[in-house]
């Protein structure tokens, strides 16, 4: 099942101001959403301190996590938390 309309993703992407982080690298994102609202647990948690997530609701979300990784692959992406909120994700695109 897919997570993400690759090709309307790659439009947004397309659209965004390239950045340019510390080393040098030019790079485009855009914001898809938080973790409550995305993965199937809707939980926020660390994998250090996860009392509030069930072992099967961390493997749902660990697949989710895994599938996204795959999709966004196919065009150069990844995923990241927010800077000023970890429960913010982005997807990141290296600009070449």
């Keep these: 099942m897919a997570i993400f ?29 938080t973790v409550f609202n995305l993965l199937p647990s809707g939980k926020f948690y660390t994998p250090y301190a996860h009392s509030n997530v069930t072992e099967e ?4 979300d660990e697949d989710w996590y895994a599938e996204a990784e795959f999709e966004l692959d196919k065009i150069n992406a990844f995923l990241v938390s927010g800077e000023g909120d970890p429960c913010d994700l982005f997807v990141v695109q290296v600009v070449e």
């Excluded at 659209?15 to 959403?33: H, L, P, S, Y």
């Excluded at 609701?57 to 749902?60: G, I, Q, R």
């Design 5 to 33: 309309n690759i090709s309307e993703l790659q439009t947004q992407l397309n659209k965004a101001e390239i950045e340019t982080d510390n080393e040098g690298r030019k790079f485009r994102q855009v914001f898809i959403d």
């Design 57 to 60: 609701e961390a493997e749902k």
